[in-house]
């Protein structure tokens, strides 16, 4: 378990400090309207950034990475 909690945090690392807030809205439940408002950035921004995280994580979609930044996720979704 805190192997785990060591790659993801390493993992977390590679994302920049704006993605580890679009991220870390995510897994609050934020949409992207409600991101963008509270970043004061366009919807579209947050969906780029959003696209960067997926990739940089290898994690297919929002929900997975909800999961893997409230630390209920072992896979990253991508993996079947």
């Not at 807030?21 to 950035?41: C, F, H, M, P, Y």
């Not at 696209?51 to 991508?78: C, M, P």
Request: zero cysteines.
């Amino acid at each position: 378990a805190q192997a785990e909690a060591i790659k993801k945090t390493n993992n977390l690392r590679q994302l920049t400090p704006r993605e580890q807030e679009v991220a870390a809205l995510v897994g609050s439940g934020a949409s992207n309207k409600q991101i963008a408002r509270t970043l004061d950035i366009s919807d579209r921004t947050v969906k780029a950034h959003l696209t960067t995280v997926f990739q940089k994580l290898s994690i297919a979609d929002r929900l997975h990475l909800a999961l893997y930044v409230n630390g209920s996720e072992k896979g990253h979704g991508n993996e079947n």
